[in-house]
Nanobody, 123 residues
Framework: QVQLVESGGGLVQAGGSLRLSCAAS?????MGWFRQAPGREREFVAA????????YYADSVKGRFTISRDNAKNTVYLQMNSLKPEDTAVYYC???????????????????WGQGTQVTVSS
């Protein structure tokens, strides 16, 4: 069983920045961030592999968001810059802790989820 604890959400003006953190109680294979706005499906934001540090981003956040990890702390970060009102959503941390099939952009690949943290970007 892996627990994921998120922090760092909040309210920010358009163009501003926020950094989300997610601490895992165990060592994952992959960690990712998803988001879900009201009335919309959960969508992939970014992911990072734990061993090689390969990163993956949704087209909508490329160049603005950066995912990184601290291996010693089993913590993943999402640095969000140049935030837009359309980035407003609940952001979820997720982890893959065993062999997986499928694409890292699919929520079903991840077997552990955090509780979510609200990010609101005002115009």
């Amino acid at each position: 069983q892996v627990q994921l604890v998120e922090s760092g959400g909040g309210l920010v003006q358009a163009g501003g920045s926020l950094r989300l953190s997610c601490a895992a109680s165990g060592r994952p294979y992959v960690m990712g961030w998803f988001r879900q706005a009201p009335g919309r499906e959960r969508e992939f934001v970014a992911a990072i592999t734990w061993s090689g540090g390969s990163t993956y981003y949704a087209d909508s956040v490329k160049g603005r968001f950066t995912i990184s990890r601290d291996n010693a702390k089993n913590t993943v970060y999402l640095q969000m810059n140049s935030l837009k009102p359309e980035d407003t959503a609940v952001y979820y941390c997720a982890a893959v802790t065993s062999f997986y099939r499928g694409s890292l952009v699919e929520p079903k690949v991840y077997n552990y989820w955090g509780q979510g943290t609200q990010v609101t970007v005002s115009s």
